[in-house]
């Protein structure tokens, strides 16, 4: 067994050397990296940290070299005390360049000398910030972002610009439908405000990887990444600077990044710009919670113990007074109220949560008509579906109508993402008096004004096939308008068959009329003009 020993010897010599220490390691030029094992190693200072030690250990077939470590140096350090408020909050995460014009002086002074219009500003806020402020940090983007409503909407998610520009965030309908915010009668997703945002944000990263510049990226945002790229092209091409200030923009678009720089500076300093934010707490506002059935907004603030105004402004993209669970399966409510939600919805009836559903017109059809056949007063049924006067209802039309024991089940998320509805303009007939030419019959006429024969017969108690005596006057139902020119060609038609006959008949009355019209004062300052130009 003496060989055992032996190689039990020359295994542990060999195991002793691997443990002596490397006395002067080579230094890496190249930065390192914290590792995940110990991510708190850029925070500790050279002066107190161990020297780093390397073991040397006799390599293997196919073993990676030792990876050196090096300390990062930064001088950004985490502040771990939970912020006060949210204002404090918003101001630890600012990161895009200040901007220092004299645009930004005087919108700070527009917005200082009115008091009550910041008031109003930052408290309608308070529902939003929290929500706006934890998506930016998650997406590491520059606090000064959630600023950006106030500037847009003055935080108003019901805001409607002259250029159809809805929402908080102000989307035009064609971007909000690029960034997939469904649109239609019964919800406007460009005002709901968990949707709303995540497309802000999607649309402000895509933006700011176009221009590799905050300024220039919100530039774009108010004025169109098209006309900001021209702009920079043009610049380009005279030599001249490309950044946000060397640009030539129209007026709005030239006060905009200084309005929001206004803002920041205002949440900055405050007190030094002697105004006063109110309080904001830095915790949620509002809770979201799922709905699975149909649900009146009436109802459901109900149950929530709210207000029905604090219901539609944490909920805003709702249109009709119902919330269909299939096309919006989550709603929000103030964040102490979700719970009372849950638990009186659990008590309900569930038969009696929704009053309103969604009937599809199976054809054209007057609003009288389909208001009689789903129940309800002409009125009634033109105001809950804002059907303007005169206008009918197009096939495929989605209209808001009363729920019936027979009608509880879900609308199919196909019909409430594609709800539209569609006019034309009202057919009203009204009874005119045509008269009848020479060689007419009720077919004959009837074919004429595109009527069927048995129709106009009808109303004439007579035949299809009878005939007609010239200028015999035959009763019809048209359109108003067509109604009225029918009649009137008519007429003229009678008219002037009758005074042809009349003038074959009697060849003298007519040179009475022309002998009577040449010795007119016209005819006579006529002749006298001419015997002049003789």
Known sequence: MKWFHVAALAASVWLAGCAAPVSNPEPDSAAGTPTASNPTASATPSATRPPVVMRRQAPLAGDMPPVPVRELHSSAVAELDTP???????????AMPDLD?????????????????????????????FHIVEELE?????TELALLPY???????????????????????????????KQNIFRDDR???LGSTRAALDYLQKLYNMFGDWHLALAAYNWGEGSVGRAIARNKAAGLGTGYLDLKMPNETRYYVPKLQAVKNIVARPQALGTVLPLIENHPFFDTVDITRDIDIEVAARLAEVRVEDFRALNPSQRKPIIFATGTPQVLLPWDNAATFKRNLASYDPGKLASWTAWVAPANIASREAARRVGMEE??????????AGMMV??????????????????????????????????????????????DSIAKLASRYDLPAATVAGWNNTNAGAGLKAGQTV???????????????????????????????????????TSKASTSPRSSKASSSTRKKK
């Open 394 to 439: 197009k096939a495929g039309s989605t209209l808001l109508v009363p729920r019936t024991n027979d009608s509880q089940q879900a609308v199919p998320s196909h019909v409430l993402n594609n709800a539209q509805v569609a006019y034309a303009p009202e057919v009203v007939l009204k009874r005119f008096a045509v008269r009848a030419r020479k060689g």
């Open 191 to 193: 005002r709901d405000v």
């Open 101 to 129: 014009t004299d645009l930004v002086r005087d919108r700070e002074q527009y917005y200082i000398t009115r008091p009550d219009y910041l008031q109003r500003m930052t408290e309608r806020s308070r529902m939003y910030l």
């Open 379 to 388: 009125s009634d049924f033109r105001s809950v579906n804002a059907i303007p």
């Open 138 to 142: 998650l997406r590491g983007m520059p």
């Open 151 to 181: 500037i847009e909407s003055a935080f108003n998610p019901q805001a409607v610009s002259s250029a159809k520009a809805a929402g908080m965030w102000q989307f035009m309908p064609a971007t909000g439908r690029d960034f997939d915010l």
């Open 475 to 513: 009763t019809v139902f048209l359109p108003v308008r067509a109604g009225a020119s029918a009649a009137a060609d008519a007429a003229r038609h009678v008219r002037k068959t009758s005074g042809t006959s009349r003038a074959k008949a009697a060849p003298s009355a007519r040179a009475r009329s």
């Open 84 to 94: 006060v408020d949210l204002w404090e909050r918003i101001r630890r995460g600012f």
